[in-house]
Every structure is written in C-alpha cells, then in structure tokens.
C-alpha cells in the first residue's frame, strides 16, 4: 500500500488550502485514514481521521471548525479541506491508512501506512 499527498503550498493567513492523499491498492473502503503534522522539531499532531465505515469525523481541538476530512472510496482518496488558515498550522501534512481501533485513532501507531507529506506554509 503506498499513499501520495498533495495539494500544500505556502499561503498567507487567511487562506484556503485542499490536500489529497490517493492510496494504492484494492482495499482502502476498509482502512481509516487520517491526517497528522509535523513542525520542524515538533513531534507529530493529530489533524483528522475518519473511519471506513461510520460518517463521524474526528479532529484535533486547534483544527476542529476550520478542517474537513472525506474520502472517495471510488477514487481511492481522501482529503484535508482547511480555510481560514494560521501560521502555527504550519508543517508537513502527512496521510495516513490503516485499521485503528477507536481508542489508537488520534496517534501515529493506530496507522500502518504513510505517505510522504506535503508541506504547509502559513505566513502571517
């Protein structure tokens, strides 16, 4: 399983970006997939998750209200909406795949499979 992020890019505050993350394989219906950050120095932060099966969405509290995830089972992608965007939501935007139970699903180990990242620029 292999997983591809993209769409960051540096923007100013303020500021609406789209991420994607397409995932290879026959099986992605049945992994939950999630979004975490990393700053320069910082550990990793949970952004967002979603679940194969169910519509309840999960997000990190400095996100909750500005970032959307959702997923294509067709496309075998899904993705990171955020608007109204601040510098410290600055980072590298890593997805995510994987079979995390409930209660592993806001941390790295609840995930098998990662992508690459893509980079997030926010300037004031």
């Known amino acids: 399983v292999q997983l591809q992020a993209s769409g960051g890019g540096s923007v100013l505050a303020g500021d609406s970006l789209s991420l994607s993350c397409v995932v290879s394989?026959?099986?992605?219906?049945?992994?939950?997939v999630a979004w975490f950050r990393q700053a320069p120095g910082e550990e990793r932060e949970f952004v967002a998750a979603?679940?194969?099966?169910?519509?309840?969405?999960y997000y990190g509290d400095s996100v909750k209200g500005r970032f959307t995830i959702s997923r294509d089972n067709a496309k075998n992608t899904f993705y990171l909406q955020m608007i109204n965007l601040r510098p410290e939501d600055t980072g590298n935007y890593l997805c995510?795949?994987?079979?995390?139970?409930?209660?592993?699903?806001?941390?790295?180990?609840?995930?098998?499979?990662w992508g690459q990242g893509t980079l997030v620029t926010v300037s004031s």
């Open positions: 394989g026959r099986t992605f219906s049945t992994y939950g």
């Open positions: 979603l679940r194969p099966t169910s519509s309840t969405k």
């Open positions: 995510a795949a994987g079979t995390p139970i409930l209660s592993t699903m806001r941390f790295p180990t609840g995930y098998r499979y």
